[in-house]
């Protein structure tokens, strides 16, 4: 099967339609634009899971928008690390799924439409984030998916829902202007705005505005991940969203700014123009700082969703580490965290939206002797715990082990020590949950009566656990898949 | 003569299988029982189907899944293995029906049974892993299904002790992890099949630092002091579990991956060129004696079986740190001896419990006619420790001298001796108290435990009897430690 | 020159019908009390005849093994009759048998009869493998086995004082146990073997320093049971506290169990002439000459019976080891055989001192002012067995005194001869004060003691054995020189030792 590169045109075109259409679609009967937009999803899901194929069998291919070739049109370009897209299209569909009864619930329901098509238009930006091939496009889908996002923080109403999607908003709209000014910077130096094409011309560059860009666009890309100490947007954001609006943010939208790192990557590492040493090691310790920060500051945290977002922080530090080690192993490592975080976290907010959604308790203490009323959710949601704290032989578990394996490799064995340690200490206040749920008892008996999740929650949730399971067990294939394009990306110094 | 055979992965996944039916048969308590019992002995044949092959010499192995190159999830029955797991599956035969009598009227069995498969699912994994990165797989999984049995009673302190627990474990898995993140980047390899994988190219420093995170992090399990913290507030869990910890499963994996780490991955030579064994040693030594002085003071029963717990573990390590044939064949063997010894213990602990809710030494004036067979079996256990001849211990006691002679450090032999005296001070008080102080009421009547409980204790008890009378009849555990032992150290 | 060994399954008997005797002593009491008595005496009789048996043949010349079960791919529990261990083996079991018999009598009304007997009978089961051990490690293994499982014996009265001295019992006698274990794996270590044979296992070449410790582990560890002064404590305690037919095994047999491993280890782990090589010996000489002398002085001073017979034996049992550490071959004999004929006197002593006990209710010496008249047959074997211990002719005692003495000017210690006599006439000091109580002083009425003119005599099962015991200390004097007695075997086994 040879790739037919206008597929990754579809790609987009076909949420971003679906999206525009939705509030149409649901205008009359809610429920409406929530099967519209299921099926949407699935057709892009599709679409994405042939271009994985296509990538996996013979590697990066790209696609020009109209014709136009570079410098001057849109050219769409799909890697390995673009196979995030199947990733997203997982979760969103899932997420779409979770939501139907939730959604019900949580807001009125004239504003559902506008829900799923908010959703839909963040997964659109998602997507044409990871496969654009130029930084102007790459900025633009950034900031669809942003607004979307906020919106969807505050979609629900309420006034804190509205405090923290501001709250949101002002670092989102700081860090998109900092990525705006660096990109121009490239712009000027390099008169392009095709990656590709930057990366080329990028060679006799004078060195401080260079710096400057990079700079740049870490520190925006670092606010968007939110690494410590630039993630104070996140905790709340993610835990007042709907629930299934926290999953994709917590599990995707934070991945953006990796995504956008690994981008940059290409450029500086391709180009040979920029030296990244120090800015390799400002990202190990941020790394090291997030991860023990932001275990610091989940335990000291009852609501559960509240506890869930910090950990993202945690485990974003992974993945910063795994980048600023800049070893082959903890590329990986880092590169395949970008599919196993957002699965794991996905589960467990969705598990958490679950039980939020049949309890109406969001507090560890309200939600005490769970376990015994809603088995398999609490059940789904240990798997969850188990994996990100990256006990073997769960899908945490093969980053930590890649990334700690980086870092020895690239002599740095005390970030191996901090991120074993770091996971240690996030382990105590997964632990505090698991307690929760299943050894303690409860505080208000009537948490027993309690009944299981419906099942348009607990088939996601379930899928999303065993999934946690299969990329721990099955871990090579994700790791083999990603590890030519890691290869590429570390060539120009010399190999990993 | 290695042969690939499933039965190696079988052996570990058998558990799981019963794990997952028992939380699957709800509340039936028919179906549980008979699941536990059936995969208990399922598996007991299973790896007693191996023994003569192995005793043969034969390894078997089998590979489940490859990650990268080398870096897998494998599985290999060498003798040290088989010893190991054919100790664990015994006694979890044993440890299952005495669980059925005594967690008769206790609430969450379904929760308790089905941990208890996963947990010696997961210690006869580590007993047949074949790379470091299988072994840690299971260690670590091996901590987080014996924590809901730790909490079992939901108490406020078995929550606190289930913390620690964890807090304990997780910290010395992390080390472990370490350990074998470095050991694959100097060694390019994670194998346990060969006497040693390091290279001492790879310089003094990092190799002592990785010596001294692979022994922290086992150590953690072995409890050696100081890092025993967790073994003594463990104690608050329910008597099989306790068995558990102590004999079957999680300490004695510690212990096996200590004797792993100094055999299989840094090599009986490498270690002497090193010389770290030597501290390794005296801190043995020195949990030795600590802790059996600590556990005169113990009232309570099953805290003075704890640290008795620490302080036999410490033999293993001491065995194992001496680095001579004799040392290593004492430290193989005192898995098992240790184990029908200590499993004894915890099971009249138990029964006296359920039977009389006593729990402290000096309630248990004149219990030795109360529960005659019971205490019996208790003070065999408690000479074995004691290292009478003819009991399991003193095949221990004697080679663990002989090894310490051989290895030129006579002042072990005394450790040893010193250490029997100690014991004999915290376990003939026990003794003494049951039979020759009587109970305040006055009459007594014979009142033993229910047969599950009885059983299981006699059977043991008779174990620790065989093991140290016929140590050297054909077929017995001991000529697996010996093969073991001529592995290693190239004879 | 070793003596081609016969297998045999007798050595195993002497062994195993005692242990079966332990295990069936509790279903047969179900049956009746009489079953299980008569059975008991029964399988003691037969240990009996089987080690008098096992001794006559042996004293003919012949050599005697059995292989139990295999410990290591390289030890075997191994056992072998010769000289030395068929005397003792015959000496403990005719004692116990005797002891047994008494006990009926003794502990008619006693608690918890069950145990007592079953205890006892392991005990007997130990002390013949201790006797009939071919090599060290069954010896050690048997050593041990009967010196934990005699506990429940010495508390067995479970008084305070018995408690105590339980404790007391159990401390020395771990530790002694302790360092005989260390002593072994050291040997073991330095030798690679095992067997107990003539001329020794150790050689010069393992160095001076080596073979210094495993002495003095060997001399402490035993020396604990045989009551080496510094090491005696535990023995006037638990003596006083044991019931008397116990009390006379454990001073007639036990403590000479120390004395037997000493005589085993000197004579055939080390051999005499290495022993003379390292010059060690003295020390034990002044060591044993010392005890003699400082147990008899304190023995003089005790008022409670039972306790001054206990020092009585402390005293006794040094000449046994004064003996050896001679290394001659005369105070060798004097040694082993002033092991069988302390037994059978102290055996009857111990008895007697029972017997005061149950029948008149008397612990102590200043009470028994008068006894003889009460117990005629009880205070004249008490007379005989004083006679003996003290060395008059022709008692058995006078002949163990009359080889010490000629092996000490043999190996030109005539010094030591006042050792020798020091010790008889202190034993005369505290044992003749005695019999002169019994027999020439008025009895002391007390307001309880109504029927004090009336015989007060012991029930024949009692004094059948005590009886016996008196005999056999005239039997073992008089005859002494007599083919098959003591001193025959005794000088076999010093010919093997010294060639």
């Known amino acids: 099967m040879t790739p037919w590169p206008p597929l990754l045109a579809l790609l987009i075109v076909v949420p971003l339609t679906g999206a525009v259409i939705t509030p149409v679609v649901g205008r009359t009967r809610a429920v409406r634009s929530a099967n519209w937009s299921l099926g949407v999803m699935l057709a892009t899901s599709v679409i994405a899971l042939v271009l994985v194929v296509q990538v996996a069998r013979v590697g990066p291919f790209s696609y020009v928008v109209g014709g136009w070739v570079a410098p001057y049109g849109i050219e769409l370009r799909f890697d390995e690390f673009g196979a995030v897209i199947a990733v997203i299209c997982l979760l969103g569909t899932l997420a779409i799924v979770f939501s139907r009864r939730y959604a019900a619930r949580a807001m009125a329901e004239q504003r559902i439409p506008y829900y799923y098509a908010l959703l839909l238009l963040n997964l659109t930006g998602m997507i044409g984030f990871a496969v654009t091939g130029d930084l102007f496009n790459l900025f633009v889908f950034m900031e669809i998916l942003s607004l979307s996002g906020y919106a969807l923080v505050a979609v629900s109403g309420e006034k804190i829902a509205e405090m923290a999607a501001f709250k949101y908003l002002i670092m989102g709209a700081i860090s998109s202007l900092v990525i705006l000014l660096a990109i121009g910077i490239l712009y000027a130096l390099t008169g392009s705005l095709n990656m590709a094409d930057v990366t080329e011309r990028l060679g006799g560059a004078p060195a401080a505005p260079l710096a400057v860009a990079f700079g740049a666009l870490t520190l925006g890309f670092m606010v968007k991940a939110a690494a410590f100490p630039l993630h104070i947007w996140l905790p709340d954001a993610h835990a007042i969203a709907p629930s299934p609006v926290s999953a994709i943010l917590s599990g995707l939208v934070v991945k953006v700014g990796i995504i956008g790192m690994l981008r940059v990557y290409q450029i500086a590492y391709g180009s ?7 800015l390799n090691t400002v990202l190990m310790w941020l790394g090291a700082l997030s991860i023990v920060m932001g275990a610091f500051f989940a335990v000291f945290q009852d609501d559960i969703k509240m506890m869930l977002a910090y950990s993202t922080i945690s485990n974003i530090g992974y993945i910063i580490m795994g980048l600023g080690l800049a070893s082959s192993y903890g590329m990986i490592g880092a590169s395949v965290h970008v599919f196993n975080h957002a699965i794991i976290k996905a589960t467990l907010f969705l598990g958490a939206g679950a039980l939020i959604f049949q309890t109406g308790k969001r507090t560890l203490t309200d939600l005490a002797g769970v376990g015994h009323a809603m088995p398999w959710t609490v059940a789904a949601i240990s798997v969850g715990a188990i994996s990100i704290v990256g006990i073997p032989p769960t899908a945490g578990f093969v980053c930590k082990w890649y990334i700690a394996l980086g870092a020895v490799q690239a002599g740095h064995p005390f970030f191996a020590f901090a991120l074993v340690f770091g996971a240690l200490f996030i382990f105590i206040y997964y632990i505090r949950m698991v307690n929760a749920f299943y050894f303690r008892q409860p505080r208000d008996p009537a948490i027993l009566e309690v009944t299981e999740a419906p099942a348009s929650m607990l088939v996601p949730v379930l899928i999303l656990a065993s999934l946690c399971l299969i990329m721990g067990v099955m871990g090579s294939v994700p790791l083999s898949f990603i590890e030519p394009a890691v290869q590429r990306l570390l060539l120009p110094l010399g190999g990993g | 003569m290695e042969v690939v055979d499933a039965r190696a992965a079988l052996a570990p996944a058998i558990s799981l299988v019963c794990a997952a039916l028992v939380f699957a048969s709800a509340d039936n308590t028919f179906w549980r029982r008979f699941f536990s019992i059936a995969a208990a002995l399922a598996k007991l044949v299973i790896v007693m189907s191996m023994l003569p092959g192995s005793l043969r010499g034969v390894v078997y192995t089998f590979k489940l899944v490859e990650f990268t190159e080398g870096v897998g999830l494998a599985f290999r029955a060498d003798a040290l293995g088989m010893f190991f797991s054919v100790v664990s599956s015994t006694l979890w035969l044993i440890t299952t029906i005495y669980a059925i009598g005594y967690m008769e009227r206790e609430p969450n069995r379904r929760r308790f049974f089905g941990f208890f498969a996963l947990c010696v699912s997961t210690t006869v994994g580590v007993a047949f892993a074949e790379n470091l990165l299988t072994m840690f797989l299971f260690y670590e999984s091996l901590t987080i299904c014996t924590y809901p049995l730790v909490i079992h009673d939901e108490t406020p302190e078995a929550m606190k002790a289930g913390r620690k627990y964890l807090i304990y474990t997780l910290t010395g898995g992390a080390f472990v992890l370490l350990g074998s993140i470095v050991t694959y980047q100097l060694a390019g390899t994670m194998t346990l099949s060969q006497p040693g994988i390091l290279p001492l190219e790879a310089g003094r420093t990092t190799l002592t630092m990785l010596f001294v995170a692979l022994i922290a992090g086992f150590g953690v399990k072995a409890a050696i002091m100081p890092l025993h913290g967790w073994l003594p507030s463990a104690m608050v869990a329910p008597t099989p579990v306790s068995a558990l910890l102590h004999a079957v499963a999680v300490v004695k994996v510690g212990a096996f991956g200590i004797l792993r780490t100094i055999y299989n991955i840094f090599g009986v030579a490498l270690l002497r060129e090193l010389g770290v064994c030597t501290w390794l040693a005296a801190l043995a030594a020195f949990t030795i004696l600590a802790a059996s002085v600590v556990a ?40 098992a001896n240790q184990a029908f010894a200590k499993i004894t213990m915890f099971f009249v602990a138990g029964s006296i419990q359920r039977t009389t809710g006593k729990t402290t030494v000096h309630e248990l004036a004149g219990i030795g006619f109360r529960m005659p067979y019971t205490m019996a079996a208790f003070t065999v256990a408690a000479l074995s420790f004691i290292g009478v001849p003819l009991f399991a211990g003193f095949v221990t006691k004697w080679y663990l001298s002989l090894g310490a002679l051989e290895a030129g450090e006579w002042w072990y032999a005394l450790v040893m001796l010193a250490s029997a005296l100690l014991n004999a001070a915290y376990w003939l008080p026990v003794v003494y108290t049951a039979f020759f102080k009587t109970e305040p009421t006055a009459e007594v009547e014979v009142h033993e435990a229910h047969w599950t409980m009885l059983g299981p204790t006699l059977v043991c008890a008779v174990f620790v009897i065989i093991l140290g009378a016929t140590v050297s009849v054909p077929g017995m555990p001991f000529a697996l430690a010996s093969a073991a032992v001529k592995f290693v150290f190239g004879m | 020159m070793e003596t081609e060994a016969t297998r045999s399954f007798l050595p195993l008997a002497a062994f195993l019908l005692p242990l079966a005797g332990a295990v069936l002593t509790v279903p047969l009491r179900r049956i009746s009390a009489r079953v299980r008595d008569i059975t008991l005496l029964a399988l003691t009789a037969l240990c009996a005849s089987v080690a008098v048996w096992l001794a006559a043949h042996v004293a003919g010349g012949a050599v005697y093994e059995a292989y139990l079960l295999q410990l290591t791919p390289d030890i075997w529990m191994y056992m072998r009759v010769d000289a030395l261990g068929a005397l003792f083996g015959a000496t403990v079991a005719v004692l116990w048998m005797l002891a047994l018999v008494y006990s009926w009598g003794y502990m008619a009304e ?27 490690l069954t010896f050690l293994i048997f050593y041990e086995l009967f010196s934990i499982l005699t506990y429940p014996l010495v508390v067995h009265e479970q008084t305070p004082e018995a408690m105590a001295a339980g404790t007391k019992y159990i401390i020395y006698i771990l530790v002694g146990g302790s360092l005989v274990l260390l002593a072994i794996v050291l040997t073991y270590f330095a030798a690679g073997d095992q067997t107990l044979r003539t001329g020794g296992i150790l050689s010069a070449d393992i160095g001076q320093q080596s073979l210094f410790a495993i002495f003095w582990c060997y001399i402490a560890g035993f020396g604990v049971k045989a009551a080496l002064v510094p090491l005696h404590g535990w023995v006037p305690d638990a003596h006083p506290a044991a019931p008397a037919p116990f009390s006379a095994v454990l001073s007639g047999v036990m403590v000479a169990a120390g004395s037997f491993g000493i005589m085993r280890v000197l004579f055939q782990v080390f051999g005499v002439e290495l022993l003379r090589e390292m010059g060690v010996m003295s020390m034990v000489t002044i060591l044993a000459g010392f005890t003699v002398l400082f147990a008899a002085v304190l023995a003089v001073n005790q008022d409670n019976l039972k306790r001054r017979l206990a020092y009585s034996t402390i005293s006794q049992m040094a000449y046994v080891v004064l003996g050896v550490s001679l290394l001659g071959s005369d105070s060798t004999i004097g040694a082993i055989i002033h092991v069988t004929n302390h037994a059978f006197m102290k055996g009857g002593l111990f008895l007697c001192a029972g017997l005061f006990i149950r029948r008149l209710g008397v612990h102590r010496v200043s009470q028994l002012d008068g006894a003889a008249k009460r117990m005629p047959v009880t205070a004249a074997g008490f007379a005989i067995a004083a006679l003996g211990m003290i060395g008059t002719p022709p008692l058995s005692g006078f002949v163990s005194k009359w080889y010490l003495g000629l092996g000490m000017l043999e190996t030109g210690n005539p010094l030591l001869l006042v050792v020798l006599l020091g010790g008889a006439l202190l034993a005369a000091i505290y044992l003749l004060p005695i019999v002169y109580r019994m027999y020439f002083r008025e009895p002391v009425l007390t307001a309880d003691d109504k029927v004090t003119t009336e015989g007060r005599e012991a029930p024949a099962s009692m004094l059948v054995p005590l009886v016996i015991v008196t005999l056999l200390t005239i039997a073992l004097g008089l005859g002494a020189s007599l083919p098959g007695m003591p001193v025959s075997l005794a000088r076999m086994a010093a010919e093997t030792f010294f060639h």
């Open chain 1, 272 to 278: 040979g123009a920029v030296d990244m040493t120090a």
């Open chain 2, 296 to 335: 005169i003071f113990q009232d309570n029963l099953k805290r003075r079986l704890a640290f008795s717990t620490i302080s036999q573990l410490s033999y293993i390590v001491l065995g194992a740190a001496l680095l001579t044939p004799l040392a290593a064949t004492a430290a193989i063997v005192h898995i």
């Open chain 3, 110 to 136: 006693g608690h918890r009869l069950g145990r007592y007997y079953s205890f006892f009978m392991l005990s007997l089961a130990w002390t013949m493998g201790v006797a009939y051990s071919g090599n060290l």
